[in-house]
């Protein structure tokens, strides 16, 4: 369609969401909000150990309590071979995630589920856990990517065994995987280079955060069909783990996507769902689930920690002719880090000749990471955005110069392969140097930090529909359940296509018996791929109504325009005839050839790439290591904005996820591997009071390929904080942090010890 | 154990409800008088999204029991707007995109609404530590503070008509 | 949440007698900010609350006798919005006022934040600082009354014998230039439970030399530290560079923490003498105007 915004009406415009009202009176029905009649409340039962063989499991106690209906073990689910899974976001396999919802025959973190029990009420379920009597033999545990990683560390899979190096492992080891990705020579390129630096750094695991934990509720009648309320991130992708998990078939299953409260990734896969089936199952009665606080912490995935050595090399000038990384990530129990995509994006926005970058995926004693908001991405770039602005000091160049020295640009070929088009970087610096917030004061204690980021940005198969009713209003119906906003997006591109007002578009998450398939909302995917599927469905309509206008006028379709809602004559026949506004057409669809309405089904390919570039004004108090961001302004391509509210929205949530990243979210595991900070309490994510606004700048760079030039914007938003903060500590007071969380006692001892350096 | 008899006032309108001792007032609104707008975050008061106001205080409803709920006056998200009129906070949420997903909106509607009626003119600082007990993972913040303050601003001009 | 038995008792009589009766764990509840989130976590199994709310006086707050008295259950809103009280103890309002949340504000009580027995409770260095005493009622109608700071004897325990608890505070109205201050240290802006806490209350003549003092820590040590010999590097002296260096040397000698999720012993430590100078500054400034 077009690429510059001339003529459009809705998109770039701001409409009230269309299911704004019923969030704002609290009558949206979020995962935990059904409720079924008869309806049994289950609970499930963790292991307090990081590691321990389960040698048995008792339930007779727990299944006299009056009120219990039935425990499950993993015995009650069929044992599931090992399979490749492309149904989420992430690497995953089949047995692993059977085996992360229920443990078979060993607990691998603090938290791990081992039984679940249904009873006629939350509080005899919970009374009935203590009832279960579970053996256990404790094993040494390992919770560190490197202790996990060394020689004689406890071995969490006797049958894992390293892939990607040569000759094959014949001991199995915690490293799942070895992957690398290569361009040009890298020995040459140090050999070039005038200036090399060498660091180190580490992030911790991290967890989402979402506000709402996980919650389904389900239903499930003798014959096998089952219909799952729940709060995920794709209700197909909920079917298929749930099918395949339990043995049944895709069709048996009905999922219903609930609203859901926040997942940032880490509701791309099933934890409770496949057990309230199972207790469904065995009861006969519909079950609902909802986990506690402090299991979202100990038994769902955060993101990996990771350990982040970067070197790099430079001419005077400040052109970049050699980059080395090495990345060990944690997966948590079972394989299946980031530190695919973390390898891929760390470089991604510099055009460099010679590259070798070496990743770990490496399993410990911890909760089994889910995706977060960029997977992988922002760990492998507080490392190499540090690193840059610690080269830009060597070198006495400025660090936002360094970057355009360095900028990827259309026809950059990344160390990963693929080679860039309708890249948006350079203009993101262009902005950043220009923008107000350059130039502000900053007074004693006070430092600037900026640091930039990238994200591919993923396109996907999609479904949508566009059904036109009976009074020339439209539905719009599609299978990506609405995380923050959506919904308005798909009604304004359908609105623009249509030419009908937005309000008279209605936008619908369906369920997976309603819309065709739909990969899950994730990859920042849902404006591009199933807003293009709903453009094209409209579009499909468009072409409809303008034949049902030529069958009106007793004229050629192809002499019929489409403007403003209305069908015009066009051509020779111009004037002959009054516009058919499109509810005219709707009321005779009956004698034009019946219903209008199209369905969708696509891959999209062709999501352009998104790049971000953040400035941080921090101050620290020395004395306590407090620091507190004063300002920060967030520079970003998102091709179009269709909704521009909700594109700011994902800028600053993304910005603040990071702000906590980089200042105090850590998971704190005492000495046998028990998670010792499972609440929000102490986790520490920013508070409201913690925040400065977050002002964003978007840069439309249009994408060629989506029929309004959307990109993705949700992910990019988060890479570039944890540096960007650390940066501006950096000016602030002269001391390099390179561990995060970059909290107060960590921030004191530094201070202090780099006094004790200048003294010596 | 028998269950409690509690006769109060909710949303403006009498109410009664049988609770066991232990249930919070979060569970008897939800699960007893299906009010499910009160969400359950964290059942710590860490992140208010089952904020309600309670005798005129704003109050975690998770760290309320609902035998406490007797003679009580509380109102919950359901009983912000005024049948189909929203409260200006609702509006302005609406207007300035201030909620994503949505789930932590109810606790700081409610507590928003809690805010400027004891302090219609508050500054974005004291707003901020306001609600530094509801905890939103979206949309750092911002543009719910804009809302917070541009509602003040609509129920000052209000109030002074 | 774990089945329990409810009380919700009219007279101080009657709470006793519900107290001492019950056969298993009983406990009292004002707020319940602690309580509740201690008994959905497993931490207590009590078999009965005692809800104190509904008692005449244990809520509210009233000038008798040269004291304050204040009300066991009384929320931190009610102590935050009353000014005269805040006039004469800016430092005890400003520890109840950073108890959690606005929402806990609410119901938060000073007798609940003491009896929970946390070292790191907010509202209990000021508290102390200012010599308050307690009443504490018993079976049988048994009064007696005690020091703040005898309350609490350990983390989680406190000297309450079976079926006692505590009614109202006692707290003296200040002399001339007496004030007090309080601050904490915490990760973020809000919601963090105290990393170290420090109350400073602080007398001085008319020439601003500090006729008395008292310095108290919290969170660094089983229970809140009264510092004193803090409380003699002020005492005889002005606000001067010298003196604070001897105050901050004092906090931190007198500073036992543990490492822990919140902070490492080295950490608190150095920030107890930050906070012991920094509220000790305030104390004096707000002394020398009263």
């Known amino acids: 369609m077009t690429s510059s915004s001339e003529g459009l009406k809705v998109v770039g415009t701001r409409p009230i969401r269309p299911d704004g009202i019923e969030k704002v009176i609290g009558r949206a029905q979020f995962g935990a909000d059904t409720v079924m009649p008869g309806m049994l409340w289950a609970k499930v039962k963790r292991s307090p150990h990081a590691h321990a063989k389960i040698k048995s499991i008792n339930y007779d106690k727990a299944l006299k309590l009056p009120g219990v209906k039935a425990v499950i073990t993993a015995k009650d689910f069929p044992d599931i071979k090992s399979e490749e899974a492309f149904v989420g976001e992430g690497p995953m396999n089949f047995r692993d995630l059977s085996r992360n919802c229920i443990a078979a025959d060993k607990a691998l973190y603090d938290g791990h589920a081992v039984a679940a029990v249904a009873a006629t009420s939350s509080a005899i379920a919970e009374e009935a856990l203590d009832l279960i009597d579970v053996e256990y033999e404790v094993l040494a545990h390992v919770i560190d990517v490197e202790d996990a990683m060394a020689d004689g560390a406890p071995v969490l899979h006797d049958d894992l065994f390293t892939q990607g190096v040569e000759p094959k492992p014949t001991k199995p080891s915690n490293v799942a995987k070895k992957i690398g990705f290569n361009k040009g020579n890298i020995e040459e390129g140090f050999k070039e280079a005038e200036v090399v630096i060498e660091r180190r750094y580490t992030t911790q695991p991290v967890h989402q955060g979402y506000i709402e934990p996980h919650a389904c509720v389900v239903s499930i009648a003798t014959d096998g069909q089952a219909t799952i309320w729940s709060s995920s991130q794709g209700q197909f992708m909920v079917r298929a783990y749930c099918a395949k998990l339990l043995g049944t078939d895709i069709a048996n299953i009905r999922a219903i996507a609930a609203e859901i409260g926040g997942g940032f990734g880490g509701k791309t896969l099933v934890y409770l769902e496949p057990l309230a089936l199972a207790l469904a199952k065995k009861t006969g009665r519909p079950v609902k689930m909802v986990m506690s606080r402090e299991e979202v912490f100990r038994g769902t995935g955060p993101t990996s920690g990771g350990v982040i050595e970067v070197k790099l090399g430079a001419k005077k000038d400040g052109k970049i002719v050699a980059a080395q990384l ?19 994006c760390a470089f991604a926005m510099y055009d460099l000749p010679h590259v070798h970058i070496t990743g770990y995926d ?19 770039s507080f490392g190499v955005e540090s690193c840059l602005n610690e080269l830009a000091d060597e070198l006495g160049v400025d660090p936002l110069k360094l970057r355009e020295i360095n900028a990827a640009k259309d026809g950059t070929k990344t160390a990963h392969g693929p080679t860039f ?11 950043a140097k220009n923008h107000p917030h350059m130039k502000e004061k900053l007074g004693p204690n006070q430092g600037r930090g900026i640091a930039s980021g990238f994200w591919f940005n993923i396109g996907g198969e999609s479904s949508a529909s566009c059904h036109i009713n009976e009074d020339g209003t439209a539905t719009v119906v599609s299978g990506s359940p609405d995380i923050g906003g959506s919904r308005a997006s798909m009604a304004m591109m359908a609105s623009e296509v249509l030419g009908i007002p937005y309000e008279r578009v209605r936008p619908v998450v369906a369920d997976t018996t309603a819309v065709g398939f739909t990969f899950l909302t994730g990859g920042s995917r849902v404006t591009f791929a199933t807003g293009m599927a709903v453009t094209q469905a409209a579009e499909t309509v468009v072409a409809d109504l303008k034949k049902r206008a030529a069958m009106i006028w007793d004229i050629s379709p192809d002499a019929v325009d489409w403007r403003d809602g209305m069908a015009w004559p066009a051509g020779q026949n111009a004037g002959n005839f009054d516009p058919l506004s499109l509810a005219d057409i709707a009321l005779k669809a009956g004698r034009t050839g019946g219903p209008i309405s199209a369905e969708v089904s696509l891959n999209a390919q062709g999501a352009g790439p998104g790049f971000a570039t953040h400035i941080c004004d921090v101050e620290v108090d020395p004395e306590t290591g407090h620091v507190k961001v004063l300002r920060y302004t967030a520079v970003q391509d998102v091709g ?45 994510m920013p508070v409201c009071s913690d925040m400065p606004m977050i002002e964003p700048v978007m840069i439309e760079v249009p994408n060629p390929r989506h029929p309004f030039g959307a990109k993705g914007v949700g992910e990019v938003p988060i890479v570039p904080p944890m540096a960007a903060v650390a940066n501006a500590i950096a000016d602030a007071i002269g001391t390099r942090m390179r561990d995060l969380p970059m909290s107060p006692p960590k921030l004191r001892a530094a201070l202090d010890s780099g006094m004790k350096d200048a003294a010596d | 154990m028998s269950k409690h008899h509690v006769t109060t006032t909710i949303n403006g309108e009498p109410a009664e409800y049988l609770c066991e001792a232990q249930q919070t007032m979060l569970d008897v609104l939800r699960d007893e008088l299906g009010l499910t707008g009160s969400k359950e975050g964290c059942s710590s008061g860490d992140c208010g999204a089952c904020t309600i106001i309670v005798d005129g205080n704003i109050t975690c409803s998770c760290l309320m029991l609902g035998v406490e709920g007797e003679g009580r006056t509380i109102t919950t998200i359901e009983g912000v707007a005024q049948g189909d009129k929203l409260h200006p906070v609702q509006q302005k949420f609406l207007e300035h995109a201030a909620l994503q997903c ?16 004891s302090n219609p003119n508050p500054t974005e600082e004291e707003a901020r530590y306001w609600l530094a007990g509801n905890l939103c993972r979206c949309t750092g913040y911002d543009k719910i503070l804009r809302a917070v303050m541009d509602a003040a601003e609509v129920m000052r001009a209000e109030a002074g008509r | 949440m774990p089945r329990v038995n409810f009380a919700a008792p009219t007279t101080i009589d009657e709470a006793a007698a519900a107290l001492a009766s019950a056969s298993g764990l009983a406990k009292i509840m004002s707020g319940g900010t602690d309580l509740l989130v201690q008994l959905r976590s497993g931490r207590l199994k009590p078999e009965l609350i005692v809800d104190t709310k509904r008692i005449p006086g244990l809520i509210g707050m009233r000038q008798e006798g040269g004291m304050w008295i204040i009300g066991a259950a009384t929320p931190g809103v009610m102590i935050s919005d009353n000014h005269e009280f805040e006039h004469d103890y800016p430092g005890i309002v400003e520890g109840m006022d950073l108890i959690g949340s606005q929402q806990i504000q609410g119901r938060c009580s000073l007798a609940g934040n003491l009896c929970n027995a946390s070292p790191a409770a907010d509202s209990v260095p000021a508290v102390i600082a200012s010599r308050a005493t307690c009443v504490i009622a018993g079976p049988n109608g048994a009064r007696r009354e005690a020091l703040v700071e005898a309350i609490c004897v350990g983390p989680g325990r406190t000297s309450l014998q079976k079926g006692e608890f505590i009614i109202e505070f006692h707290i003296p109205k200040p002399k001339a230039h007496q004030c007090d201050a309080y601050l904490r240290f915490i990760p973020r802006t809000e919601m963090d439970i105290a990393v170290v806490g420090c109350g400073v209350n602080v007398t001085l003549d008319g020439g601003g030399t500090c006729t008395d003092a008292r310095v108290v820590l919290g969170a660094v040590a089983p229970t809140t530290v009264i510092v004193e010999d803090a409380a003699k590097a002020l005492i005889g002296h002005k606000l001067d560079e010298a003196t604070l260096a001897k105050l901050d040397t004092a906090a931190q000698a007198a500073a036992k923490p543990i490492s822990d999720k919140r902070g490492t012993i080295e950490y608190r430590v150095k920030v107890s003498g930050v906070l012991a100078r920094r509220a000790a500054t305030i104390a004096f400034e707000r002394a020398a105007k009263r």
């Open chain 1, 640 to 684: 179009r904005a269709i909704h521009p509210s909700y594109v700011e929205g994902q800028i600053q949530g993304g910005v603040a996820q990071g702000v906590g990243w980089a200042l105090n979210e850590e998971y704190v595991y005492d000495k046998n591997g028990r998670l010792d900070n499972p609440g929000f309490l102490d986790y520490r």
């Open chain 2, 102 to 117: 949505g789930f932590c909106t109810p606790g700081f509607i409610v507590a928003a609404k809690a805010l400027l009626d």
């Open chain 1, 326 to 344: 090495v990345l060990k990530y944690q997966a948590g129990a079972f394989p299946g880090s980031p530190v695919g995509p973390g390898c891929m």
């Open chain 1, 362 to 380: 490496v399993v410990s004693n911890r909760p089994k990471v889910a995706a977060y908001r960029a997977p992988g991405a922002p760990i492998s």
């Open chain 1, 421 to 431: 088009v309708n890249v948006g970087y350079l203009e993101t610096l262009e902005a």
